[in-house]
């Protein structure tokens, strides 16, 4: 069993910064891809950023420039440094662990980034 916690939400201003922290703990997991999704009321849950443990990364168009995604070099930890926010940003981040071969991950419970105009 796989558990992933997020932590590091909270509010900031328009051009503000988060930095998000996400662990996924499991006596057998190792990830192939973790990345971060988000949903603001209303909306769908959309894809963030991702990081493969090959190292490679993606980022949804919306916040290419402005985030960076990283992981630690040994436990099942990634980061999301997030700058120059602005309301449109305002959702719940929630962190996804994927093992190879899966087509879904483990979900975390989300951490909630409020930016205020």
């Known amino acids: 069993q796989v558990q992933v916690v997020e932590s590091g939400g909270g509010l900031v201003q328009t051009g503000g910064s988060l930095r998000l922290s996400c662990e996924a703990s499991g006596r057998t997991f190792i990830p192939y891809a973790m990345g971060w999704y988000r949903q603001a009321p209303g909306r769908e849950r959309e894809f963030v950023a991702v990081i493969r443990w090959s190292g490679d990364t993606n980022y949804a168009d919306s916040v290419k420039g402005r985030f960076n995604i990283s992981r630690h070099k040994v436990r099942n930890m990634v980061y999301l440094q997030m700058d120059n926010l602005n309301p449109e940003d305002t959702a719940v981040y929630y962190c996804?662990?994927?093992?190879?071969?899966?087509?879904?991950?483990?979900w975390g419970q989300g951490t909630q980034v409020t930016v205020s105009s």
């Open positions: 996804n662990a994927r093992a190879y071969g899966a087509t879904n991950g483990y």
